[in-house]
């Protein structure tokens, strides 16, 4: 759905009767919130706020359970489990935790989800009524499955040109999700950030030619700093400022007579006019993964449309850390798996 967030929705049952719901699919994050009843602060959504007073399923989490431990959330002024979470764009959710039946695709119900109901929400979460955390921690939805799922999940975000914007992709869970046929390609282990999926990734190409960038510029340090993590709930690629510089400048010179914009758009630098072209040629932006695999990108997963007068640009920019992460509009249309449990993940075989 155009909802203007960059973000990717799956539609999910909350509560009992199931109350549907637009969530984000967030594989940055560990934690399951929607925004409920009463709210002190909520952004608009698509959907009415969720009211725990009609669910039969909703049950508040004390102070004392293994999921407020976990957590590490506080108890000030009641014996109700509070939790407070923010995200590296400034948006925050704070509430109470609950356990909650959560129903997907009609038929599979899972019972006893920890959720976050919140009450005081702010940021960027366009339309949708709150997150479902998919992270490697033991409080996202994947961990919550535990057993179940062996931390594994599938998934495939529809190409944004795939026409009108109201194509679906798909989202499944456990081991029979994992496809035959993917490259696989071992995950990396930062202790300081289980949420996170880390990835070896040793260098970019344009045009299939390696980009002059040292892979120390993606390389986890032992203080769990830099890296390369792969994000659902990110839009646009960030790279180090040295490795997205190189890579810009070889695109540009590559791109050769396409003409150019004056200037950049939002956090876009290198942009290109091309109203009136039926179509283009532009150089290949590939990944060359630490293992060997090198996942070379379609042209929709790196130069995107910005308005409706043809203007498009590269979709990548320079980050303001070492950490580099890789955002759905690189993933969109590709398959991927996560295998938590085995520590992999995959590419392809499928497309959408």
Known sequence: MEQGSGEYFVRIGVGSPPTSQYMV???????????????????????????????????????????????????????????????????????????????????????????????????????????????????????????????????????????????????????GAMPVGATWIPLVRNPRAPSFYYVGLSGLGVGGVRVPVPEDLFRLTELGDGGVVMDTGTAVTRLPGPAYAALRDAFVAQAGDLPRTGSGVSIFDTCYNLNGFVSVRVPTVSFYFSEGPVLTLPANNFLIPVDDGGTFCLAFAASASRLSIIGNVQQQGIQISFDGANGFAGFGPNVC
């Open 25 to 175: 699919v967030d594989s940055g994050s560990d934690i399951v919130w929607v925004q409920c009843k009463p709210c002190s602060q909520c952004y608009p959504q698509s959907d009415p706020l969720f009211d725990p007073t009609i669910s039969a399923s909703f049950s508040g989490v004390s102070c004392s359970s293994a999921a407020c431990d976990r957590l590490a959330a506080s108890c000030r002024d009641s014996d109700r489990c509070r939790y407070e979470v923010s995200y590296g764009d400034g948006s925050y959710t704070k509430g109470t935790l609950a356990l909650e039946t959560l129903t997907f695709h009609e038929s599979a119900v899972v019972h006893d989800v920890a959720i976050g109901c919140g009450h005081s929400n702010k940021g960027m979460f366009v339309g949708a009524a709150g997150l479902l955390g998919l992270g490697g921690g033991s409080m996202s939805f994947v961990g919550q499955l535990g057993g179940q799922a062996g931390g594994a999940f599938s998934y495939c975000l529809v190409s944004r040109r795939s026409g009108s914007g109201s194509g679906s992709g798909t989202l499944e869970f456990g081991r």
